[in-house]
């Protein structure tokens, strides 16, 4: 008798680990994954490419999947960029025709495709396209629907200002 509940036990114990690691694998995956490699590295140079050094540039990668049941639509992708970094110019895309790119100079308080600053000439105010150095954030805006189990891959690329690029851009 006590081997028989010994084994019953055993079995139950087994049942219950093989349903934990079931529901461990079947656990929803996290839509968005975001990496970034230094595009700059060269074994020569730098043997580790995860390190940075001035002028490097640094690629964001963000890979959107849609683990829902069913299609998804107004799907956003917001991604700051880091604290240090410079935007660099025409870099942000997305494998999809249908996404729209939208930048923020503000902290991602507000978006636009160029986003405008003022500025002071001749005693007139006027609104000019802000430099990609004044870029905060990065938007993509997919327009369409995204079916169940689809990706959606954006990039873009930002650099490490120089330590006299950096001191030109605060006396400006």
Known sequence: MKRTVERLLIASLLLLSAAFAARAQKAPRSPLQISAENISAHAPRLADSAKVLPGDTVRYHLLFTNVSAAAVHGI?????????????????????????????????????????????????????????????????????????????????????????????????
């Open 76 to 172: 956003v992708l917001d991604n700051p960029i880091p604290a240090g970094l410079r935007y660099e110019a025409g870099s942000a895309k997305a494998d999809r025709s249908d996404v729209a790119v939208l930048f923020s100079i503000d902290g991602g308080k507000s978006f636009s495709a160029a986003p405008m600053i003022d500025v002071v000439v001749d005693g007139r105010h006027e609104q000019h396209a802000a430099p990609a150095e004044l870029y905060t954030n990065v938007r993509w805006t997919v327009r369409g629907d995204v079916p169940k189990g689809a990706q959606i891959r954006a990039e873009y690329d930002a650099l490490v200002p120089t330590v006299t690029a950096a001191r030109s851009s605060l006396t400006k």
